[in-house]
């Protein structure tokens, strides 16, 4: 199946932009969506953002609406989260995923997922 990989986290002063990246090894079909999803230590792993790959509609967690920013590149097979005014309790384990499920706000609608990136924000 997809393989996912993950770059661009990083450590950051609280207000400061990261822009993780995640790239397919296969190809990503139209049917498809992909998500980014969050874990931090000892905490449940949340939903951040997510993306219809035919249509390019775009759906956010209520935490992070305005500030981040979800975006495809087709024909890279490769998706990207714009990360901006990031806060302490932003720091957290990110994954991304891709599936065919329809209630793409829930990690159940997602199959295949990567290894993560830390992102680290301080004050």
């Known amino acids: 199946q997809v393989q996912l990989v993950e770059s661009g986290g990083g450590l950051v002063q609280a207000g400061g932009s990261l822009r993780p990246s995640c790239a397919a090894s296969g190809r990503i079909f139209s049917t498809h969506s992909m998500g980014w999803f969050r874990q931090a230590p000892g905490k449940e792993r949340e939903f951040v953002a997510a993306?219809?790959?035919?249509?390019?509609?775009?759906y956010y967690a209520d935490s992070v609406k305005g500030r981040f920013t979800i975006y495809r590149d087709a024909a890279k097979n490769t998706v990207y989260l714009q990360m901006n005014s990031l806060r302490t309790e932003d720091t957290a384990v990110y994954y991304c995923?891709?599936?065919?499920?329809?209630?793409?706000?829930?990690?159940?609608?997602?199959?295949?997922w990567g290894q993560g990136t830390q992102v680290t924000v301080h004050s």
């Open positions: 993306i219809r790959w035919n249509g390019g509609s775009t």
């Open positions: 995923a891709t599936g065919r499920g329809w209630i793409i706000v829930r990690d159940t609608a997602y199959d295949a």
